[in-house]
């Protein structure tokens, strides 16, 4: 069945360094990968977005990059900030009007 | 506040009873999406709808679950016969649907404790 994996399910860096976190997924059918931040108590948000026919997309601190043949994508968080601690998800889904599939979260906790 | 809205925002119910609850989109959003989110882990698919079409229920998903969208705008997502297991928050989302690029907005969730 479809299934998204994410690793690490913990990261702690110091602020200012760069965190990455890694997905993989199942679904070849899968075109579109988004990735969303969940603070404590909320609602989860998107972050950034990917679909298939691009390798990489960047939005000022925040890049993520896809390799479709090995089912990998990731996210990187340039120079990161206290207020980028929160739970961040990736999920993978046909386009981005049907359902995705997230993975298990990833804690990320940046220590000033 | 044009987000997606849900009602109740936390429920307690005990065992056994039934219980409902109701997402509204973002306007003349066509896509409407159940998830469900337990502590630690990631939102997990429930259903969703296309108008008032539901388009897929997730295989996972117990008969005692059921959702509608009558008019094709507002949702309901009924829980019959409530187990502890159930407790979780549940998160509506909605996207403008087929050819556009916009991705998924969710709401701030139903919390559900069953007891």
């Known amino acids: 069945g479809e299934n998204v994996e994410q690793h690490p399910s913990t990261l702690s860096v110091q602020e200012g360094d760069s965190a990455v976190i890694k997905c993989t997924y199942s679904d070849s059918a899968s075109n579109y990968f988004p990735w969303y931040k969940q603070e404590l108590g909320k609602r989860p948000q998107l972050i950034i977005d990917?679909?298939?026919?691009?390798g990489e997309k960047k939005d000022q601190r925040i890049a993520v990059t896809l390799n479709k043949t090995a089912k990998h994508f990731s996210l990187h968080i340039t120079e990161t900030q206290p207020e980028d601690s929160a739970v961040y998800f990736c999920?993978?889904?046909?386009?981005?009007?049907?359902?995705?599939?997230f993975g298990p979260g990833t804690s990320l906790s940046v220590i000033p | 506040d044009t987000g997606v809205s849900q009602d109740p925002r936390h429920k307690i119910t005990k065992r056994g009873q039934n219980v409902t609850f109701r997402c509204d989109p973002i306007s003349e959003h066509n896509r409407l999406y159940w998830y469900r989110q337990t502590l630690g882990q990631g939102p997990e698919f429930l259903t969703y709808f296309q108008n008032e079409a539901q388009l897929e229920k997730s295989r996972l998903l117990s008969d005692r679950f059921s959702a509608e969208r009558p008019k094709g705008s507002f949702s309901t997502l009924e829980i019959q016969r409530t187990e502890q297991g159930d407790s979780a928050m549940y998160l509506c989302?909605?996207?403008?649907?087929?050819?556009?690029?916009?991705?998924?907005?969710f709401g701030p969730g139903t919390r559900l404790l069953v007891l």
């Open positions: 999920a993978a889904g046909e386009t981005s009007y049907d359902k995705v599939i």
């Open positions: 990917i679909r298939s026919n691009v």
């Open positions: 989302a909605s996207s403008p649907g087929m050819g556009g690029k916009e991705t998924q907005y």
